[in-house]
């Protein structure tokens, strides 16, 4: 019998119980013709060194971890799912209501950023801004009594509170936001499913948001291009048959953990999401670990 190894990054209790779930789905789906199991990392840049190196047949990798794999590889990983909410991700900027109103209100303030290698929370808002023509002087959090007296420029402030994870703890962006809360930060960026949660909740009342980015892609199952073919359509067409089992109780409550309403095919489209991801990291050259 063949057997399909899927590798996946420990972040939160829940990753546990998703996996036994998909796991569990997976052999009884299979019939004999496949075995799935999974094994778990502390962080992704294992994750993608035990992929490039044949030790685990499929990563679910973080956008960071895919663009990482994809260039260390020359190209020779190719994405197979994602989930439908890794579509049409964005960063979002807040800042507290009466402060900050658009993006020029930033010159001379204080901006916060998430983990190092969070594309959501550091590296595309950090992109964005480049990008908008602002000047940016970098500060890590504990140096906020120097970050005064820039002009023009925007003062960062960086909060590297779960590196290794890619910001999928979202401990950094809560950081930011309580910074924010607290009057230390003026500003600062987190993920468009930060802040959805936020709104839903009424967390922060005190916060607004006045920018929201440009498109990209957060997640998606990576893959060598050598892996055997039988196995990664098997592995495909069973997650996808996932979606019209909304109804198992099972099944929803592992959708609900990992936060999707589908499994997707990764397509030319969906896969331009990444571009700018790729160009980020080249500028910020965080595209080796």
Request: aromatic fraction near 10%; include cysteine.
């Amino acid at each position: 019998m063949k057997n399909i190894l899927v590798g996946a990054v420990a972040y939160a209790p829940q990753i546990v119980p998703i996996w036994d779930t998909i796991r569990d789905y997976a052999n009884d789906y299979f019939k004999g013709k496949l075995r799935l199991d999974y094994v778990l990392f502390s962080n992704y840049e294992r994750q993608v060194e035990w992929l490039l190196n044949g030790k685990i047949d499929i990563a679910w990798n973080t956008n960071v971890a895919y663009v990482r794999s994809k260039f260390a590889a020359n190209n020779q990983v190719e994405a197979l799912l994602m989930r439908d909410t890794d579509i049409g991700f964005k960063s979002i900027f807040v800042g507290r209501k009466e402060n900050i109103t658009n993006l020029e209100s930033l010159r001379g303030k204080r901006f916060g950023l998430g983990s190092l290698d969070s594309a959501q929370a550091a590296i595309m808002p950090l992109f964005y801004l480049q990008k908008e023509g602002f000047n940016t002087q970098e500060f890590l959090a504990k140096d906020l009594q120097t970050s005064q007296n820039i002009g023009d420029s925007i003062a960062i402030i960086r909060y590297n509170s779960d590196v290794g994870k890619h910001g999928d703890t979202g401990r950094s962006e809560f950081d930011v936001l309580d910074s924010i809360k607290a009057d230390t930060l003026d500003a600062g960026a987190i993920g468009s499913t930060t802040w959805a949660r936020i709104l839903q909740e009424d967390s922060y009342p005190e916060i607004s948001s006045f920018y929201a980015s440009p498109d990209y892609c957060h997640c998606n199952f990576t893959a060598l291009k050598n892996l055997n073919v039988d196995s990664k359509n098997l592995f495909i067409e069973m997650m996808l048959s996932q979606n019209a089992l909304k109804n198992d109780p099972a099944i929803a409550q592992m959708m609900k953990l990992e936060g999707l309403n589908q499994w997707v095919i990764c397509n030319e489209k969906t896969l331009k999401g990444y571009d700018e991801i790729f160009e980020a990291m080249q500028r910020q050259n965080l595209l080796n670990p």
